[in-house]
């Protein structure tokens, strides 16, 4: 880290609203010469934003930018880059049908009489940048799509440094690289430190944030939380201000309501990896319980919920049900193993607005029947009439828009799609996000009823722990995609989970 404590970025009161959200409130963020400072949050906390105020995809809506000690605005990422502010994305933002030379001077190519490209320059330069910026000997007249996601990230890098960039700025640039990738990135980050360049690096990983970072900024909900040393400030604190939640030691909630786990297990999996999603992941789901997947958002539990669901290819590995190994290439086929899913994301994965009641909740029945085996219309109406009073969905009648009613109701009349397909799984992903405190008690209580009644296995997923808490009869703690620990009947508690997605408790392996 250079010695100097020269701030060379400052963001002052940085607010920024999109129609109807306030997506940064008075956000705060000081970068020095030198450093490697992380951004922190969960997702949706507003990271991602600031770098786009920063690097002019966005306009500000009020604040101060303040670079090398000159007001800024920058009004394009171009315009950014031309100051020296440059950003690598997860996902490489080069061209892949591209040279790699082609790639790194972009826009930049030398020229030589008569204004033409002088090709032989721009390949013997692409060589010496990477040779000796970064060690790297490759052939830089091959398409970029010859190499790697890791070596076309080094070409990313490469191209930013050349720009005679001051601050370069990580996003997730680690997602999708082995452990000596990501250690090969490391080193040469502290190199770029060392010769005065600032890096911002965002990342979930909470491990290598410990191992490069020098300081870190958390946001939360858009807002400032703070800013720390890294050496300063023990994890389990860091995931208390990600969280906004103080560590209760001994808070353990009653269990007595909650179902128990029956000898049989419904599903299973071993070493399940879906590339960048899921990763090594064995476990088994009982009939009759509600197993939880806890973790920060982005941690990995949706993808785990949708792999289990057939929406995601795993590479190996393998998934059981009611012990016998299956093959998913679909949604399709989990849901002819009566397996339902329950989205996240409502709006865009789950509702369909314009359709009356009785046609969701019959929509996915229908597509597991088959598009030839329309259902008579007094058998809709049966079982539409039968989950709209089960789930006390409130409605004027079955045909009643699902556009007009309040968020709880869709989520019911979501969760009502699934279980008219008669599941022995229900996967529930946030299924409380957004609605009112009366019908999060209903849909938690309906979760532990389904299970210890009916015997269903239930998966339930919420960024709240009291609700995990008070529901699940067991818990996977997820972090950076793996399954770190299980906690069981009184381990279950939200200072123990926060302690295990610290790293700090570890329950049964």
């Not at 680690?174 to 600032?198: A, C, P």
């Not at 994965?349 to 969701?360: I, K, P, Q, Y």
């Not at 045909?399 to 799984?425: C, D, F, H, Y």
Request: with cysteine; aromatic share 6%.
């Amino acid at each position: 880290m250079a010695s100097d404590n020269e701030i060379i970025l400052r963001m002052e009161h940085i607010n920024m609203f999109f129609p109807g959200v306030k997506a940064l409130k008075d956000v705060t963020f000081n970068l020095r010469r030198g450093e490697i400072h992380s951004l922190m949050g969960e997702n949706g906390a507003g990271k991602s934003t600031l770098i786009k105020v920063l690097t002019g995809v966005y306009a500000k809506t009020s604040g101060d930018i303040i670079y090398c000690g000159n007001h800024i605005n920058p009004k394009s990422t171009l315009e950014s880059q031309q100051i020296g502010i440059s950003t690598v994305y997860q996902e490489v933002n080069l061209c892949q049908n591209l040279t790699v030379a082609e790639n790194i001077y972009i826009g930049r190519e030398p020229r030589g009489r008569f204004g033409a490209i002088d090709w032989r320059k721009m390949s013997n330069d692409a060589q010496k940048l990477l040779k000796n910026s970064l060690g790297i000997d490759i052939d830089v007249n091959q398409t970029l799509s010859f190499y790697p996601v890791a070596m076309q990230q080094m070409i990313a890098i490469a191209r930013a440094i050349d720009t005679r960039c001051k601050i370069l700025i990580l996003d997730e640039p680690t997602s999708s690289l082995s452990d000596k990738e990501t250690e090969k990135l490391f080193s040469i980050m502290r190199d770029l430190r060392d010769t005065g360049i600032s890096i911002i690096f965002i990342s979930h990983f909470l491990e290598q944030i410990y191992a490069i970072c020098d300081r870190i900024t958390v946001l939360r909900d858009g807002e400032y939380v703070g800013e720390y040393d890294v050496k300063t400030l023990p994890r389990i604190e860091l995931i208390s201000k990600m969280m906004g939640k103080e560590i209760k030691e001994g808070e353990i909630e009653t269990t007595q309501s909650k179902s128990k786990a029956r000898e049989s297990v419904f599903l299973s999996t071993e070493h399940l990896t879906v590339p960048g999603k899921v990763k090594d992941l064995t476990m088994n789901i009982h009939e009759g319980e509600v197993i939880g997947l806890a973790g920060l958002l982005g941690a990995g539990r949706t993808e785990i919920a949708e792999s289990l669901f057939g929406l995601n290819q795993a590479t190996s590995g393998t998934i059981e049900v009611e012990g016998v190994k299956v093959s998913v290439k679909s949604p399709m086929d989990m849901m002819d193993r009566r397996v339902a899913f329950c989205p996240e994301d409502r709006k865009s994965a789950g509702v369909f607005g314009d359709l009356s009641v009785r046609e969701n909740i019959m929509i996915a029945l229908q597509a597991k029947n088959g598009m030839f085996k329309h259902m008579p219309r007094a058998k809709q109406n049966e079982l539409a009439d039968y989950y709209i009073d089960l789930l006390r969905i409130k409605v004027s009648d079955r045909e009643q828009m699902l556009s007009n009613l309040s968020g709880g109701n869709q989520q019911k009349v979501i969760i009502a799609r699934w279980l008219a397909t008669q599941p022995s799984l229900l996967i529930l992903d946030e299924p409380t996000r957004g609605i009112d405190v009366g019908t999060k008690t209903e849909i938690e209580a309906l979760a532990v009823s389904l299970a210890r009644e009916k015997g269903m296995s239930v998966v339930f997923i919420s960024g709240e722990m009291g609700e995990m808490v008070r529901t699940c009869s067991r818990i996977l703690v997820i972090r950076d995609h793996v399954k770190i620990t299980e906690l069981a009947e009184d381990e279950i508690s939200e200072a123990h989970i926060m302690q295990a997605i610290a790293g700090d408790y570890h329950g049964h392996a």
